[in-house]
């Protein structure tokens, strides 16, 4: 049974840092592209970031660019999300997933397996 598990969010200040993390079991996804995308209170998911399978590729939501970094590691099974210079506007529920194929995609259909997200809130 596939499951992934978030981890690292929490309560910051405009201008902080966290770093998510997540673990998958069940299988190995070496083979497949992983993302992360967030959902805030009233709106529906929206993609934040993705890499491919061999990590020779990111793609980003402009509104992170700049801020936000995804990375794999294969050994572990499990990737992360570093967000820096967090604003107010990143205050969501962070969920990781891993796709149906080997690219970083962009829209929930293209991922198959889900975490159960983790809260990030942004705020003074």
């Known amino acids: 049974q596939v499951q992934l598990v978030e981890s690292g969010g929490g309560l910051v200040q405009p201008g902080g840092s966290l770093r998510l993390s997540c673990a998958a079991s069940?299988?190995?996804?070496?083979?497949?592209?992983m993302g992360w995308f967030r959902q805030a209170p009233g709106k529906e998911r929206e993609f934040v970031a993705a890499i491919n399978y061999s990590s020779g590729y990111t793609r980003y939501t402009d509104s992170v660019k700049g801020r936000f970094t995804i990375s794999r590691d294969y050994a572990r099974n499990a990737v992360y999300l570093q967000m820096n210079s967090l604003k107010p506007e990143d205050t969501a529920v962070y969920y990781c997933?891993?796709?149906?194929?080997?690219?970083?995609?962009?829209?929930?259909?293209?991922?198959?397996?889900w975490g159960q997200g983790t809260q990030v809130t942004v705020s003074s």
């Open positions: 069940g299988r190995t996804f070496g083979s497949n592209g």
């Open positions: 997933a891993v796709g149906n194929g080997a690219a970083a995609a962009t829209t929930t259909y293209e991922y198959d397996y």
